[in-house]
């Protein structure tokens, strides 16, 4: 069974930076896409960033050119650096990695807080 951790998360004020991490617990192959989740209090979880095995990316309309999605595979690692954070950011980020259409993995998530 694969876990994924993330981490970075915490209370940062509006207009400030913060870098999540996604670690795998082992190394494995064959992953098709990477991608950060959003979940705000009292709403659906919704699609931030996704990477794809090839290196192709998209966003959310919401965080485009303010958020990164990057991946270090020697690392095992998924990345999301936001930037220029405002209140609507707030919620907690899960990681999800997708090998197949049957196998997907997704982390316990990690608390961001963005204070007005």
């Known amino acids: 069974q694969v876990q994924l951790v993330e981490s970075g998360g915490g209370l940062v004020q509006a207009g400030g930076s913060l870098r999540l991490s996604c670690v795998a617990s082992?190394?494995?192959?064959?992953?098709?896409?990477m991608a950060w989740y959003r979940q705000a209090p009292g709403k659906q979880r919704d699609l931030v960033a996704a990477?794809?095995?090839?290196?192709?990316?998209n966003y959310a309309d919401s965080v485009k050119g303010r958020f990164t999605i990057s991946r270090d595979s020697a690392k095992n690692t998924l990345y999301l650096q936001m930037n220029s954070l405002n209140a609507e950011d707030t919620g907690v980020y899960y990681c999800?990695?997708?090998?197949?259409?049957?196998?997907?993995?997704w982390g316990q998530g990690t608390q961001v807080t963005v204070s007005s």
């Open positions: 999800k990695w997708v090998l197949n259409v049957w196998t997907n993995y």
């Open positions: 082992r190394k494995f192959s064959g992953i098709q896409t």
């Open positions: 990477i794809t095995a090839g290196g192709t990316t």
